[in-house]
């Protein structure tokens, strides 16, 4: 069998995420979570979660304000990206090694001042169907754990014969055959999401679904976000 190795990553550190490592633990899967300090779209997490989260799983930096990057100074840039690290770090004792673009949004300067502060990669919003990492600042997804984020891969395509397009617009459903294609081929099968939109939809039953289909398989690789990348550049 061709090596897959499963990581997931999940957005902006809603207090929800506590409920969403425990379904992870639950399954033996490993999670990425990026925490910004502040944000107003979410109830935010306090130290003590951020430290209980942390136990289990992968913290990475999200900027200070989870600040749109490309729109503000870069002196600014660089001061919500390297403040976020330090701020993660000093709470949970551990060394943070990625980081994500808020809202997606990076450029090559972005890119060169998370490099330059002591990051490993950064992960993006960009779907890169089950393939590799050549670019560690530009890590996408595989898919999505929200009906309302399009898969720009391709790879679902490759379905289209065989599974109605309609079946295929539910994400739970998605994330299952795109797995299956990853059993058999090998790669990267990254799960991108937020607790809080899958609070909101009330989509919890279809996580659990989706992470219980995809666990204990015989061969795969369960990683972080951070893992992942030491495995596919042989840091380890």
Excluded at 87 to 112: A, H, R, T, W
Excluded at 149 to 178: F, P
Aim: with cysteine; net charge negative.
């Amino acid at each position: 069998m061709a090596r897959l190795i499963v990581t997931t990553s999940w957005d902006d550190g809603s207090i929800l995420d506590l409920k969403l490592g425990e379904l992870l633990t639950k399954y033996g899967i490993k999670g990425t979570f990026y925490i910004p300090r502040f944000s107003k779209r979410i109830t935010p997490m306090q130290k003590v979660d951020l430290l209980e989260l942390a136990a289990k799983h992968e913290i990475g930096a999200h900027t200070i304000n989870h600040a749109h990057l490309t729109l503000i100074p870069q002196s600014e840039a660089k001061t919500e990206i390297e403040g976020s690290k330090l701020y993660l770090e000093e709470i949970s004792g551990k060394k943070v090694k990625m980081f994500c673009y808020p809202f997606g949004e990076f450029n090559k300067d972005i890119k060169q001042i998370v490099k330059a502060g002591g990051f490993i990669g950064a992960r993006t919003v960009k779907f890169n169907g089950l393939k590799g990492i050549p670019d560690p600042y530009e890590f996408g997804i595989t898919t999505a754990a929200s009906n309302h984020q399009s898969d720009e891969s391709g790879e679902i395509a490759r379905y289209s014969q065989a599974v109605s397009i309609k079946v295929l617009s539910d994400w739970e459903v998605k994330a299952k055959v795109l797995f299956d294609l990853a059993l058999a081929e090998g790669g990267i099968w990254h799960l991108w999401g937020h607790s809080w939109e899958i609070d909101d939809h009330n989509d919890w039953n279809k996580l659990e679904s989706v992470l219980s289909y995809v666990s204990h398989r015989p061969g795969v690789i369960y990683a972080s976000n951070g893992e992942t990348l030491d495995i596919v550049y042989s840091r380890n």
